[in-house]
């Protein structure tokens, strides 16, 4: 990849092209404007027609026909490039979904560059955009890690690594057969501090598992370089061990120019108009500061990460593109990476907030994290609001977690210290929707719960069975279902779905893949293969093997014949927010309502209207009043969906000074309302 990005750089260094565009700050608005409904794929999980490649597949005239009427207007490719790692002349499998990426190759086994280039042109005949990804983070060990164990050239520069003396590899852990590696223990850790070697204990242990992986460190075994010089080297990685960690301040800058490489890849020569930009809150890393004996090092909301993304994010609008991160970090974090770095971000701040609205039946857990993000500064429309991804329902809330741990919170008239309300949130979700409740789904280490969407949905329901599941069950999952896409979508910002959100998958058995969750990843329960045009309905598995998951609501292709599927219907909301601009408004006020089953945003969008969206989590129907200094008295409320008034803004009181009106509404259990105010 570092010979490559290097090729790639010079056919562009020089040329005007690069200098026609505006690229200092972040357009979120502009980004949203491009495309503000995604579907995010997932290669591994599609079946395709017979003998069709999963990028063939996505650039089918019938599915974006499909998407036309559904209203989406961008597919995230998701990881698409070689990935995995070599063991001599020998290619290894991904260890990752293929976010251990180690070639700007287009995997055969989802397509060819010409399959990417037709789906390209595909999008592009209808408006819409592709959306690629970049891992600034980490690359799989392929041939750039294989070269940096053997000391050649720049390539010890792209990572975190540190060639360990031969007379200090008695402090290294003995690498066991079989394996290229081994983990630093707690105390070996400590013992490379002391020496000096390695700037030792991170903030946290992502993916920790005991035996597995105790710390962020792993050790190499031995490796001749090419002058027959053996080494043993300590290399850092944030994640699993096959995905060792990129180093952006080396003295070399072979990292930077290695990502540099792989996102123009993407954009100039692919022809993507925007990019994930994954795990980039982990590019900047420093030991503890003198005076803060046995700390820990600095690894999160450093800096250099938010310096990082600022480059990516400049060379990317340099090029015309755009770029979303998704950064499980404290809004803190999320608002200062994003002043001059990505356009866009994963909505990490209210994903595991309205999960427990729904599993609660209570709201008022979003109303605080709503309020929290405002007063922080976050805007909304600077947000992807997603359903299922690839990953886990991440719970870990590392908001109230860590930097604001000892803030103070009022939740159902307790006060909790924000680590505390962190640990009652991921209890209340751990108790609702795994074990005896839900054992269909699953813990996924300390990060949060591997599930569908449809599978967090009948676990709220009390369905601890999904065989039992009947056709009245079926529609009370898809109303809630569509509650879940609604309160994404009627609000500024991106609105993000996946497959298993369109066909409704439920988890597949753990017996099922049983090789992929033996060494703790539980996620491949809720990655099921899923038919999502209905052109291979006899295939048990997905191309990459992964079992088919049972789902609710059919291929596309029979639910548009539906007017009361899934599909329709939220194609008839997403058109309704298309048509009113609700992606590109702004969130103006989270009012407090009488039922704490319902939430209420108040948006101004972009032609000065004021836009009310209510949203009922419990199963019952539930009444609020809607108080505001937004709500001129006078005013009529018109449903969007019917255009027909269903009530007139009246003064909240009697006095004088109090300038809120107000208006009352009612709303069906699972139910939601789009609603704007006209004079």
Known sequence: MLGDAKTLARQLSGQ????????????????????????????????????????????GDDLWDAFARIGIRAIHTGPVKLAGGVSGWTRTPSIDGHFDRISMTIDPTFGSEDDYRTMQGAAAARGATIIDDLVPAHTGKGADFRLAEMNYRDYPGIYHMVDIPREAWHLLPDVPPGKDSANLSAEDERRLKDEGFIIGELQRVIF????????????????????????????????????????????????????????????????????????????????????????VAWSEGHPLSVAANQLIGSMVRKVGGFTFQELNLSMDAIRATSAAGPDLSYDFVTRPAYQHALV???????????????????DQASLVHALQNHDELTYELVHFGTTHRADTYLLGGVEYTGADLAEKIRDDLRRHITGPAAPYNAVFTQNGIASTTASVITASLGISDLTTITDADVERIRDAHLLLAAYNALQPGVFALSGWDLVGALPVDRDDVADLVSTGDTRWIERGAFDLMGHNPEANRSASGLPRARTLYGPLSEQLDDPDSFASRLGSMLHLRDAHGIATGTLLEIPEPDDTGILVLINRLAIGAVQVSVFNFSQREASTAISSAHLPVGAGVVDLGTSEEVAVVRPRGRHSDDDQGTFDVTVAPFGFQALILKH
């Open 360 to 378: 609660m039946g209570d709201a008022e857990f979003l109303r605080l994290t709503l309020r929290e993000g405002r007063e922080i500064g976050i």
């Open 208 to 295: 920790y598992e005991p035996g597995v992986k105790e710390t962020n460190w792993s050790a190499t075994g031995e490796v001749l370089d090419t002058d027959g010089e053996p080494h043993r080297w300590v290399y850092l990685h944030y994640f699993k061990d096959g995905q060792p960690s990129i180093n952006w301040l080396d003295p070399t800058f072979a990292g930077m120019r290695l990502v540099m490489g792989d996102a123009l890849h993407a954009l100039t020569d692919l022809g993507a108009g925007g990019l994930r930009l994954d795990a980039n809150g982990f590019l900047g890393v420093e030991r503890a500061s003198e005076d803060d004996e046995g700390g």
């Open 16 to 59: 005007p092209e690069m200098w026609g565009r505006a690229y200092a700050s972040p357009h979120p608005r502009g980004a949203v404007d491009t495309a503000s409904v995604w579907f995010t794929a997932y290669p591994l999980s599609q079946i395709t027609g017979e003998g069709e490649t999963f990028l063939a597949a996505l650039g």
